[in-house]
């Protein structure tokens, strides 16, 4: 009898040290020492078919929902996604707004930190989020123009015996905002980028609010997203803009919407009408539904800031339905909102982006880097490339980051880095553009754009600002959302015209700057943004529509290892989807022939 206590002692013993020695070696494994809970998803990527806009289509979703399912955990959890393809072609997941700490290995974009998940193969993403991030963040795929269909938001709540530094409000929602095509949208992509120069890439044919374009489309009503909602109650709304190539206006009828928060972060809450949401961003809002009962809409529509005298845009409104509980006679048809800007109301778009400003708090501080070690004038701009091949002269759409349009290479920029593989890519992308001109104005010089793969290379810690200057080459300004990988960064000003670095300076804020992970850079005009690069590994900066994308607006930044193992990258894990194919989709590599001009 003594002897089986000893053993049965001796057994519990062991298998205590059998679990410790299975979390020391997980946390190997896993490459993060995890603070809050651990939360584990399954996300089965295959093709389902859906019906709108009086057709029915198969398209690729993540567990046969459109949008995709909702993430939601606590500040300072981490999160486990097994993605298991069971489509037809490769795919990638990139997890939007989360820092991923040390950790590029699961950022997810396709050529830059991993090749895509090949048919009937799965793939564990580890998501790290900042210690500070907080609010509505999401993911999407990350290869060609598969985020169409595959996105999802992220909801990351206070952490537990913590709370929102607003009122409580007494419930919440997701509003995810897309885009919806007829077709196969990778197909129409890529018929696009085999014709000349003239072609564009497709144009939606209806949004969607939470995979539904609402009464004002075909074969729509009886569909559209509601919201039940009660009287007197306040309502989070936690919106996405998944759009692929729209910014967009926002609005309730008869509700004032009061902004708490934006990509993660809060911010002094302001009271608006409306708001303005590029593709890329997360905003949360909250609405309390203080109008008699009735039917409301929810409505949407694109902010154009192309010239008015393109056409060629998508003009549809999309609509959800509030609909408050009660007993009451419901009205014929909800009220539509009339404080919903129209589509070129540029200065209207404008002033809304100026009222956003950081918390600013002791529980909320504001680090805005003041010693800047790195400065870059970065120009954004839609050009074209010329090129020869076999005797035969043509031309393609390009887009461009100080001139350089980004080529796409056969293997990922982490792997290259992280086993100094040569030749994929090269160390000098300008800090500058080429030459100086009158970058918003009408006399354009010759096209001097170039396919390069060109990253940036940063030293652990240093101190960055950025101006990034928005042009008219081509005589095609807009906006442009640009989106950094792996960082927040604080926007600390913006204007219209050329970047003066006399006076703009000036008036800067430094004091409560909104703290972003996407920005908008206005239609002829420039944004100041700060950050501190201290999250060591390969980071995209991409442009978030992904027209620009697909022609070239984005590069690299690789931020080196800080000197200790605290400060460097993590260990790759155990597997990672091994590189076939370069997309079909992405403009053939003339690098052997390509003259710049």
């Known amino acids: 009898m003594q002897q089986s206590r000893k053993e049965a002692m001796g057994l519990k013993k062991m298998g205590f040290f059998l679990k410790l020695l299975v979390l020391v070696l997980m946390s190997g494994m896993l490459v993060c020492s995890v603070q809050g809970d651990a939360h584990y998803y399954d996300f089965v990527l295959k093709k389902s078919n859906f019906t709108r806009l009086c057709s029915t289509k198969s398209m690729l979703t993540v567990n046969e929902s459109f949008p995709g399912p909702v993430i939601r955990i606590h500040r300072g959890d981490t999160v486990y996604?097994?993605?298991?393809?069971?489509?037809?072609?490769?795919?990638?997941?990139?997890?939007?707004?989360?820092?991923?700490?040390?950790?590029?290995?699961?950022?997810?974009?396709e050529y830059i930190t991993q090749c895509s998940i090949q048919p009937r193969t799965n793939f564990t993403y580890e998501v790290i989020l900042g210690k500070d991030q907080e609010g509505t963040l999401w993911w999407h795929a990350h290869s060609n123009w598969t985020r169409a269909t595959v996105h999802g938001a992220i909801v990351v709540l206070p952490a537990e015996g913590t709370t929102y530094p607003y009122p409580k409000p007494d419930a919440e929602d997701v509003i995810v905002l897309a885009s919806w095509y007829k077709g196969d949208v990778n197909l129409l992509v890529q018929e696009a980028l085999l014709q000349n120069s003239t072609s564009s890439t497709p144009v939606s044919d209806a949004y969607t609010i939470n995979g539904q374009p609402g009464d004002f489309a075909a074969c729509s009503n009886g569909t559209t997203y509601r919201l039940l909602v009660d009287y007197g109650k306040t309502y989070?709304?936690?919106?996405?803009?998944?759009?692929?190539?729209?910014?967009?206006?926002?609005?309730?009828?008869?509700?004032n919407l009061t902004v708490v928060g934006t990509d993660g972060t809060y911010t002094k809450p302001f009271v608006t009408s409306f708001i303005m949401i590029a593709p890329g961003q997360t905003m949360d809002v909250l609405v309390t539904m203080d109008q008699a009962p009735s039917y409301y809409y929810i409505a949407a529509r694109q902010f154009v800031s192309e010239n008015p005298e393109v056409p060629d845009f998508d003009d549809s409104n999309v609509t959800a339905i509030i609909q408050y509980r009660g007993n009451y006679t419901p009205p014929a048809?909800?009220?539509?909102?009339?404080?919903?800007?129209?589509?070129?109301?540029?200065?209207?778009?404008?002033?809304?982006?100026?009222?956003?400003?950081?918390?600013?708090?002791?529980?909320?501080?504001?680090?805005?880097?003041?010693?800047?070690?790195?400065?870059?004038?970065?120009?954004?701009?839609?050009?074209s490339v010329v090129y020869e091949d076999e005797g035969t002269t043509g031309t393609y759409i390009a887009s461009s980051l100080n001139n350089i349009s980004f080529l796409n290479p056969e293997m990922d920029v982490l792997q290259a880095y992280y086993r100094h593989v040569a030749g994929v890519y090269t160390t000098d992308f300008p800090d500058h553009p080429s030459y100086y001109f009158n970058f918003t104005g009408y006399d354009m010089p010759s096209d001097v754009t170039m396919q390069a793969t060109k990253v940036k290379v940063l030293n652990y810690n240093e101190s960055v600002e950025i101006i990034f200057q928005g042009t008219n080459l081509q005589y095609t300004p807009e906006d442009h959302p640009l989106h950094l990988h792996g960082y927040t960064f604080y926007v600390i000003g913006s204007g219209y015209g050329v970047f003066d670095n006399e006076t703009d300076p000036q008036g800067f804020n430094l004091v409560d700057p909104p703290e972003r992970n996407t920005v908008t850079v206005p239609q002829n005009g420039w944004v100041a943004l700060r950050f501190v690069a201290n999250n060591p590994g390969v980071w995209l900066w991409h442009c978030h529509l992904d027209r620009h994308l697909t022609w070239g607006m984005d590069t690299v930044f690789i931020v080196k290892d800080g000197g200790t193992p605290e400060t460097?990258?993590?260990p790759p894990p155990a597997y990672m989807p091994p590189c076939q194919d370069p997309s079909p989709i992405v403009l053939e590599d003339f690098s052997d022939s390509v003259k710049a001009w």
């Open 236 to 255: 989070l709304l936690r919106i996405v803009n998944a759009i692929m190539n729209s910014e967009t206006f926002f609005a309730i009828s008869g509700h």
């Open 568 to 570: 460097s990258i993590l």
């Open 81 to 109: 996604v097994n993605v298991q393809n069971e489509g037809d072609y490769g795919v990638t997941i990139h997890w939007h707004g989360v820092e991923q700490t040390r950790n590029p290995w699961s950022d997810g974009p």
């Open 333 to 383: 048809a909800p009220s539509f909102p009339a404080n919903l800007p129209a589509y070129h109301q540029l200065e209207v778009a404008y002033s809304f982006l100026s009222q956003f400003r950081s918390l600013a708090s002791p529980e909320h501080p504001v680090n805005v880097p003041l010693d800047i070690t790195t400065r870059m004038y970065i120009t954004v701009a839609m050009n």
